[in-house]
């Protein structure tokens, strides 16, 4: 399960799901570009601790898909430090809830160039 969600993370929270290319060398560069992100994002998030709090009816993590828009903002800026980093990240915690199963919807999806993208 490890392979499976890390690569469920690495295309839709960073936004590998979408490529910007057609020539085949530039989408596997614009590929390791996210792969950095993705190891950069799970090395900051990793030496996060949460703290568990007695009250709380379910442990909770981080939420990794504002993670990666954190950690995404850190990199290209030069105002952030690490440790306002680290309070970002602990603002958006998730629960961990066992037991949850949910279909998979797939959908194929093509290039999409920057003159016609959505947003």
Not at 52 to 74: D, V
Not at 89 to 116: E, G, H, M, Q, W
Request: net charge positive; with cysteine.
């Amino acid at each position: 399960w490890g392979i499976e969600t890390a690569f469920d993370q690495l295309k839709y929270a960073l936004g590998a799901a979408s490529v910007h290319s057609k020539n085949s060398e530039l989408i596997i560069q614009e590929l390791y570009g996210k792969l950095i992100m993705f190891n950069f994002c799970k090395t900051i998030v990793g030496g996060i601790e949460v703290k568990q709090q007695e009250y709380w009816k379910y442990e909770y993590k981080l939420n990794i898909k504002m993670a990666m828009c954190i950690c995404r903002e850190f990199w290209c800026s030069q105002t952030l430090a690490a440790p306002e980093v680290e309070k970002m990240l602990l603002n958006y915690l998730v629960p961990i809830r066992d037991n949850r199963i949910f279909p998979r919807d797939t959908v194929k999806k093509s290039a999409i160039a920057f003159n016609s993208r959505i947003a």
